[in-house]
């Protein structure tokens, strides 16, 4: 999932783009009451008990898209199109780890991916303090993220996020197209973590990028509550 959410999938091997930073976009977002599916005092004690297996997201599990969906669309004109962006990002990755990033990103979703031409910035939130992976395909907008933000019971919720990547409060970075580009947009699929001791019910609209270097550097724009 932002996966996730759209948060931290590192595909090693991606040229990080080294264009300037561009101008923020101001983000109309309202500072949110930080609320969470499961009670604080909980999630903390399971932080304290399954730490290695949250650090290394060993349990997390993604009830997206299943292979046979992902292989169809794959040899769809939008399916191509995809693994053509992501080869572009990473020209000398072999065709299997293609492959793999593909299937890794779909299977993010609970839908099939819309392809749309994007010329606006999109935004991705991180626990505050840290930075945005170059690597990283899992974006939305900020008129996603401010509907999540009013409707979820928190933005982990929405977004699937792991619990390695729910904070109280995160970082919002924006990045701009540097032309009109392909995004691919789906449904943040439902996830689980823990034997099913954490569950996410997804639904956010996620933007999918296969090819970072199409897109200018982050840009840290603000913060949002979870």
């Not at 009451?33 to 903390?44: E, F, H, K, Y």
């Not at 839908?111 to 840290?130: E, F, N, R």
């Not at 970075?173 to 823990?194: G, H, R």
């Amino acid at each position: 999932g932002l996966a996730a959410a759209f948060l931290l999938a590192a595909a090693p091997g991606v040229r990080a783009q080294l264009d300037n930073a561009p101008m923020p976009v101001p983000l109309p977002i309202p500072i949110a009451a930080a609320s969470t599916a499961m009670p604080v005092q909980d999630l903390d004690a399971l932080r304290a008990v399954h730490a290695r297996e949250i650090n290394d997201l060993s349990t997390f599990k993604t009830a997206g898209l299943q292979r046979e969906a992902i292989d169809s669309y794959l040899d769809s004109g939008p399916g191509q199109q995809f693994l053509r962006e992501l080869r572009a990002a990473d020209p000398a990755a072999p065709a299997e780890t293609i492959y793999a990033r593909a299937v890794e990103q779909l299977a993010s979703g609970s839908t099939l991916p819309d392809l749309q031409p994007m010329s606006a910035a999109l935004v991705k939130i991180v626990p505050h303090g840290q930075n945005v992976s170059p690597y990283s395909p899992y974006f939305t907008t900020s008129a996603q993220l401010q509907l999540a933000s009013s409707q979820c019971a928190s933005l982990a919720d929405c977004f699937g996020l792991p619990l390695k990547s729910e904070a109280p409060l995160y970082d919002v970075y924006q990045i701009m197209p540097k032309s009109t580009v392909n995004v691919f947009v789906s449904q943040v699929a439902p996830t689980q973590e823990l034997g099913g001791l954490v569950r996410r019910r997804g639904g956010a609209q996620q933007y999918l990028l296969p090819n970072r270097n199409l897109w200018s550097a982050p840009v840290l724009i603000g913060t949002i509550r979870n």
